[in-house]
């Protein structure tokens, strides 16, 4: 069986900083919220965020929960991430003052 390299979607960089900026973190903050703080850095974010690298799919499915969308708006170029952000606004507002609760503090 060969490799074959995959698709990358186009403007999944820049749907994953919207889900960012839409949640009112840095990178940083981002990746305490995803729970990645031993697996991921502020670093890796940036090159998901400039189309650099992709994000392995456990990883997609955290931002897009996080954001309360489905995974399929983060990796479809022809599906819109803000529209899907106004959809449900009321989940995504929970999920995400759950999960800022759930976060270490800063020391």
């Known amino acids: 069986m060969g490799r074959n390299s995959r698709e990358v979607p186009a403007h999944l960089g820049e749907k994953l900083?919207?889900?960012?900026?839409?949640?009112?973190?840095?990178?940083?903050?981002?990746?305490?919220?995803?729970?990645?703080?031993?697996?991921?850095t502020r670093n890796e974010v940036s090159k998901y965020?400039?189309?650099?690298?992709?994000?392995?799919?456990?990883?997609?499915?955290?931002?897009?929960?996080?954001?309360?969308?489905?995974?399929?708006?983060?990796?479809?170029?022809?599906?819109?991430?803000a529209l899907a952000f106004h959809g449900d606004r009321t989940r995504a507002k929970r999920q995400l003052n759950s999960a800022k609760k759930a976060m270490p503090k800063k020391k």
Do not use: F, H
């Not at 919207?18 to 990746?31: A, F, N």
């Not at 965020?49 to 954001?67: F, H």
């Open 49 to 81: 965020e400039r189309g650099i690298r992709e994000p392995a799919l456990s990883v997609l499915l955290k931002y897009a929960r996080a954001a309360g969308v489905n995974v399929e708006v983060l990796m479809d170029d022809d599906l819109d991430l």
């Open 17 to 40: 900083t919207q889900v960012r900026k839409q949640l009112g973190v840095s990178q940083e903050g981002l990746v305490r919220l995803l729970g990645l703080s031993r697996k991921l």
